[in-house]
């Protein structure tokens, strides 16, 4: 979704067909705009994000389909006559389904309306990087894991699409996934943005453990060891300048980004903890009442087991992204005691920490639920609880 002017050109590829597919589902209606950096002496791409007429039209488009298909869907509903059990476990499907297309709605109308919000984090990103290239030894970590995980999740769409697409009538199937496939895409859209922000912090830590001849830091990070008495030089202190600035502006995008998708993200955790709940029920309900558990029955499970595990790749990047966060105090702190260096340098330095104390990096729901790696505790306990109820209360 996002890539800096100095990625190669596999990267940007990937980053655009990550941007076209977030694009088709809603969930990016700003246009990204590539152009070569006019120097003979290197072929850069420059990028930049702006507002689009074009995809907010498209989006507005998809709102009035899924306002449609809703409305078709209530009025021609039949429940089956089964048992009054069977009944209860397929009416509390059918309105998990109309809560979910109302979700796919909201989801839509606020990537579309709050988008210039998301088009100001990306150009800041870029701004980061650009002045993260001024520094000596800085080093963009390009790690692979988020893309893995992008083609996996697109993957599994299709397929659960195609099976589906067997196994109802094909008007049903948008009816059916769509607003799961977006609930699925949204989480994953957040985990991208935090995959970027997580880099960048980590390669401000390496390059000031690099400043400081630090040498076991990419290594074990908890754990640092000099050695030998490093000289900061005077040159190096525009350096540590952009490094600070580079980093308050990443917690200054982190809490942005954190209240753009902070909504949504509460929602999305609300309809995952509903479907987990529901569908479970469901499942467990049908089993003991005819014995099995047919195959649509399983694809239903293993959607809830999907959602749940987009939302555990989630807490990971929360906490990954806090941890790097908290780590760049530490080593300016160490910096500062155990290296020779300019008085100048010094006094920037004395200034990175003092600024780095009332900078804190959190990500939560909409200021509701922490997003580190208690939420999915918190869920799992609160599923549970739920499910033991419903059967109890169901057997009684």
Not at 33 to 53: D, E, H, I, L
Not at 95 to 120: D, E
């Amino acid at each position: 979704m996002y890539y800096n002017q100095h990625d190669s050109a596999f990267y940007r590829n990937l980053a655009y067909a990550e941007h076209v597919i977030l694009k088709i589902w809603g969930l990016s209606p700003w246009s990204l705009n590539t152009a070569p950096v006019k120097n003979p002496k290197n072929s850069r791409v420059s990028n930049s994000y702006k507002f689009s007429c074009l995809g907010s039209f498209y989006n507005i488009l998809l709102i009035m389909i899924a306002i449609s298909t809703l409305v078709y869907v209530l009025k021609t509903n039949k429940l089956s006559k089964d048992s009054p059990e069977i009944l209860l476990s397929l009416v509390l499907v059918q309105c998990l389904i109309y809560v979910a297309f109302i979700l796919f709605i909201v989801f839509i109308a606020i990537s579309t309306i709050r988008q210039k919000m998301m088009i100001v984090i990306l150009n800041q990103l870029k701004d980061v990087d650009e002045r993260l290239q001024k520094c000596a030894f800085f080093k963009i970590n390009n790690s692979n894991t988020i893309h893995v995980i992008f083609i996996t999740n697109l993957v599994i769409s299709l397929i659960f699409i195609i099976i589906f697409g067997f196994y109802h009538e094909i008007y049903l199937v948008p009816v059916l996934l769509s607003p799961t496939l977006i609930t699925n895409w949204t989480i994953f859209q957040y985990s991208m943005l935090l995959d970027t922000i997580t880099k960048r912090f980590k390669s401000i830590n390496s390059t000031l453990a690099k400043l400081g001849d630090i040498k076991s830091y990419e290594n074990s990070p908890n754990t640092f060891s000099v050695t030998k008495i490093s000289l900061l030089r005077g040159s190096l202190f525009y350096d540590i300048v952009n490094l600070k600035l580079a980093y308050v502006k990443l917690c200054e995008i982190s809490q942005t980004v954190s209240d753009f998708l902070g909504p949504t993200i509460l929602l999305a955790i609300s309809y995952v903890g509903q479907a987990s709940t529901i569908i479970f029920y469901s499942t467990i309900l049908v089993y003991l009442k005819i014995g099995h558990v047919d195959l649509l029955a399983m694809f239903d499970l293993f959607i809830v087991i999907w959602m749940n595990i987009a939302i555990f790749v989630l807490t990971n990047y929360v906490t990954k992204t806090i941890n790097e966060s908290t780590e760049t105090p530490i080593i300016v702190n160490y910096l500062i005691d155990r290296c020779t260096m300019d008085e100048q340098v010094e006094k920037e330095l004395d200034y990175f920490l003092y600024e780095l104390s009332s900078q804190k990096v959190e990500f939560t729901a909409f200021g509701i639920i922490p997003l580190d790696r208690s939420l999915l505790a918190t869920m799992t306990g609160t599923c549970v609880t739920y499910l033991i109820i419903c059967i109890q209360f169901q057997s009684k």
